[in-house]
């Protein structure tokens, strides 16, 4: 039987982000959370060795560190087709950077999967963008790992990638237990997710509650504090001034499009390579 | 002891991939403020061209691993090649590149060594106690954060490719080169690479493209869509897309420049008949002069332009597809 | 008493939020412009068991609970009120009465291949002379030896042009006063579609005439017990009340949103009309009314989940919702100004929309009856 361990993260559903229009800063507490997309191709992924016969049995466990709340996605996790789903969750482990979430997830994994043969993750979640939970989190169980697959298949007990990094196109094998982390925008349309069926979501609640466990659960020491035992510390959060106060061109489309080569054709014709003549436009009609 | 900001050297695709020396400029930089030397660490398999290259663009040390055992790039021994010298040598500071390998690397040997490390950082600074300032987005660009690394040294970020200006190529500049051997003990490689090729695929121009052409629903159909690929044919642009155009099939899933898409940093942005749904507006934060076309004054995306025409999104497209036809010299 | 979604329901929303806005919004107004619903939509929905919302999984379906049920259609409606009313017709008139007064062949026959999606149900009372008054009914079955032979016409029949499983009220050619049910398909001979019906709103379903000519019923295609119609009727219209109720707040919600956003957006007078008063009070409105519809509309939900009488309930969630789609979409055309009243935006659709909900599954003032008798009959 191969344990597959999917990494899942809620995120903030930024179309429905609260932003609070007098300061202009995100009321993150308030957001909904979502699936981090990216983790939803790597649970797409587990979903298709699964359905591959030739995988052999497969069973798959979603779990995710995050607040009470984050208890929804491992239900969505099980309506699409996680067998099981286990929320790590504890006021001590907030605020844990990159680093003290891989120690976090390598616990659970070390302590609680000891059987894991694959373990997936997002390559990069769409909050906070940093690529590095899934390495890290290798680091710490001390497995190999391959980072952006756009495809996996399992071949004689190890697993196969292919991969697009840099410009490079890679095929990349290693045994298992190993780490792979999903391309989160992978270009080919393997690991696009499927939509949640409505029986998956009824049958999720009917199998009873999600597994939550607190630190003690999982066995991290009673001095733990992710916030202070995380090396890097954030000083500052802001949001840039986006809105500009831009030059606005009304009438005619002619004269509109005359005033943009005229006025900041220099800007085009830099960024393009090329000159473009300037003023003048009446003559060479 | 010296201080030292090293810069882990990433050549691979050389050509193409710059940040190395953009990283190497913003080093020298910052050492001037804490008084510290800059470096760069190169691995790999007769490296030498690569080495006199950093040391033209700034680096004032370079240490170098050459062996043949180094010539692909494997995460696991450069990774455990880059712990083992920073022990050695303690550097204050170590900046990678954030291409996709740099991504793989870094957070490994953070991890390795128990230090921090910031993601894709688009600026550096230095603070009054003479820390590293790392200044990273998330939300796509979005919010920006300010991190610093208190406790634990070396100080560790990846930089987005692109984020600085590289320094002049400087034949006269001196450096020192410190031969590194392999130390007997590498461990084997557990991940075996059977294939690495080449291949620019060209949907991931969009992100790095100096002009992008955006279309919205505003364009009308799938048919005036078309025109869009006119115009960037004229610009040498990349075309992409809002989710709704995605959608209805007008263009590939590939054109999407969203959260869920590709994210774009072009200096120059048309963006035609888009309103400015944040999925959207999220991938652009970094786009330095947009020109917005749409028949809605107030729509979000007019607010975001440097230029808004307020015109019917696919008669301007015309318009300037004409404009510059006839600007364009020859 | 506990306002709050639960997790579950929650989670259904955004899942169908999420199929609706990246595979419905986009095609709507498409939708709009003729009758007909895109197949490859239909073929993706299919899998994902929106036609077999309240269907048991034995049978094929997802098992829902009436609320989450509600929540589908809402959603659905948020963005294609005509998707959502054949989505609400074919789980509560369509396979409802089947799976309430269908015996278990009924159910294992007809049952499957509807929740699966393969045969859309449509549900015909509606003749051109019994409308409100069932006891109009012209359609007749005459009792053979094997079964029973019919012969009418049905208008306005909602999912008409691609249904494949039709509940027929008719009534008996010996006892007139008695109404039965009969489920009839679409293969049967003498059964044909008439013309699409050129509607003001809900463009997008094929609403028909549908013909019955000498169609021959198997005895056990009758539902229920013959002369149950009226009684079949009565248990179909309570439980499509509530969808009707469902599918008007997800056109209230849809028209909000964009008043909301327009009102945001739109400069009048160097400012965004959001500033001026009467807006404000127009926005404070439509708020309120729609929140009260949903309200009712899950009271009305929880009560039958719960097994409880809810007759009265859901005419009045049918009834405050459907007036409130239609004050809503009112107001959120008036907001828009002369850009309301094009078809560029959409709330031109969900104004010509929301207008039937005040009239079919029981006009408003058939509510108001239903209403009244319940507050009459009940014991002081």
Known sequence: ?285 | MEKQIWVWADYRNYFQSRVTLQILARATDLAKKTDAVVCAVVFGDRVDEYVAEYIAHGAQKVYVTDDPLLNTYNVESYAFLLSALVRRFQPETLLVGATRFGQEIAPRVAKQLNTGLTADCIDLDIDDKGRLVQIAPSFGGNLIAKIITPHTRPQMATIRPGTFQELPHDDDAKGKIIPISLPDHMPGPRVRCLKSELHPVRARKIETADIVITGGRGMGSKGKFKKLFDLAALLHAEVGATRPVVYADWVSTEALVGQAGKHIRPKVLFSFGVSGAIQHTAALADAKFIVAVNKNPNATMMKLADVALVADANQACSGIIRALKQRIRD | MDFNPGMKHQLIRKTVRDFAENEIRHRAAEMDKGPGFPQDLMEKMKPLHYFGLQTPTHLGGAGLDTISYTIVVEEISRVSAALGLCITVHNSVGIYPILRFGTREQQQQFVPPMAAGDSIGAFCLTEANAGSDAGGVETVARKTDNGFILNGTKIFVTNGGICGTILVFAVSDTAPAQSSVFIVENHTPGFSVGEIEDLCGMRANPVASLFFEDCRIPADHCLGKPGQGLKIGLAALDTGRIGVAAQALGIAQAAFEESLAYAKARQQFNQPISRFQTIQNYLADMALQIDASRLLVHRAAALKDKGQPFSAQAAMAKLHGSTTARKVTNLAVQIHGGYGYSKEYDVERYFRDAKVTEIYEGTNEIQRMVIARDLLTRPV
């Open chain 1, 1 to 285: 039987m191969l344990h597959i361990i999917v990494c899942i993260k809620q995120v903030p559903m930024v179309s429905e982000l609260p932003w609070d229009p007098r300061t202009g800063t995100l009321k993150r507490e308030t957001a909904q959370g979502m699936m981090d997309p990216a983790a939803r191709r790597a649970l797409e992924a587990a979903l298709q060795i699964k359905a591959d016969r030739t995988s052999g049995p497969v069973s798959i466990t979603a779990v995710s560190m995050g607040p009470p709340m984050a208890e929804e996605v491992l239900f969505e996790a099980r309506a699409l087709g996680a067998d099981q789903g286990v929320l790590l969750t504890d006021p001590c482990m907030a605020g844990a950077d990159t680093c003290m979430t891989a120690v976090i997830l390598g616990k659970f994994i070390k302590n609680h999967c000891p059987d894991a043969g694959l373990i997936l993750c997002g390559s990069m979640s769409s909050d906070s963008e940093t690529a590095q939970v899934g390495p890290q989190l290798a680091e710490d169980l001390d497995i190999p790992a391959i980072g952006y697959a756009r495809r996996l298949e399992l071949v004689d007990g190890c697993i196969r990638v292919e991969r697009h990094v840099d410009d490079f196109l890679e095929l990349m094998e290693m045994d298992l237990p190993g780490l792979v982390t999903i391309d989160h925008a992978g270009e080919s349309d393997r690991y696009t997710p499927r939509y949640v069926a409505l029986g998956g979501v009824e049958a999720a609640f009917n199998k009873g509650g999600i597994q939550v466990m607190n630190s003690r659960a999982l066995g991290l020491d009673h001095a733990f504090n992710a916030l202070k035992h995380s090396p890097t510390k954030i000083m500052d959060v802001y949001s840039p001034v986006t809105e500009k106060k831009g030059r606005v061109l009304t009438g005619a489309v002619k004269k509109m499009v005359d005033t943009l080569f005229d006025d900041y054709g220099k800007i085009v014709s830099s960024a393009m390579g090329k000159d473009l003549k300037t003023h003048d436009h009446e003559e060479d009609v």
